[in-house]
């Protein structure tokens, strides 16, 4: 067998594992991202069915993170947070050529920040939740509200405007009805979250709901593509 023969095989030989452990590496992290939403909205529907005073009608779910058995909660914005941090890094590697590329994974890593930022620094008591809490909003906003109050929805945009990114990617990979359905998805959110009008706080938990699904659903179709070549 001559060198050049041997140099070849033996390449083969080295690039297989490599390939294999960057393939199963994504498609763990992307997994972390599937299950995040699951786990999220049925922590938080649980808590909304057994606190005390907690009524999803006219209470954001920011607010079960506190009073007695707040850190659930907290630790439910922390993990899922955590959990998504995973997945925009498995879209990372998933992605490695056409539109969205960059920012699929950038925007799920904000949402995955927001989400920690959101359990770190909670919500000010309101609406009479917790017990002995005013019945209106605060007149006076500490500093870790301040900072909940423009986490989640700085957050919640990024989640929304990936639903746009994918969806052109989705179509530029020839899915057009899931590429619709994405940015249907993307408006939904939109509207579900405008802290306007009645029904405010169930429309938000709707769309948050909604926006985990879409996720758990984009991550099952990065799960089904062929593995991406590696770089040379």
Do not use: K
């Not at 993170?65 to 995973?86: C, R, S, T």
């Amino acid at each position: 067998m001559d060198t050049t023969s041997t140099h070849r095989i033996g390449a083969r030989a080295g690039t297989a594992p490599e390939a294999s452990t960057v393939d199963a590496r994504a498609r763990a992290l992307v997994g972390a991202g599937i299950v995040a939403g699951p786990l999220f909205v049925v922590v938080a529907v649980v808590q909304t069915a057994t606190r005390e005073g907690f009524d999803l009608a006219r209470h954001p779910i920011s607010l079960l993170a506190l009073g007695h058995g707040g850190w659930v909660q907290i630790a439910n914005f922390i993990v899922a947070g955590a959990l998504m941090l995973a997945f925009a890094v498995g879209t990372r590697l998933s992605l490695r050529t056409g539109p969205g590329r960059r920012w699929a994974p950038i925007l799920f890593g904000v949402y995955g920040v927001g989400l920690v930022v959101g359990g770190a620094f909670t919500a000010q008591p309101a609406l009479g939740f917790p017990s002995g809490a005013p019945e209106g909003y605060p007149a006076h906003l500490e500093f870790h509200s301040i900072v909940h109050g423009f986490a989640a929805p700085l957050s919640f945009l990024a989640v929304v405007a990936a639903m746009f990114v994918v969806g052109r990617r989705l179509a530029w990979e020839g899915h057009r009805a899931a590429a619709a359905w994405s940015s249907a998805a993307g408006v939904a959110c939109a509207l579900l979250v405008v802290p306007v009008g009645p029904g405010s706080s169930v429309r938000l938990f709707v769309g948050v709901a909604v926006a985990f699904a879409w996720i758990s659903a984009y991550g099952v179709h990065l799960l089904r593509r062929p593995a991406p070549a590696l770089r040379a």
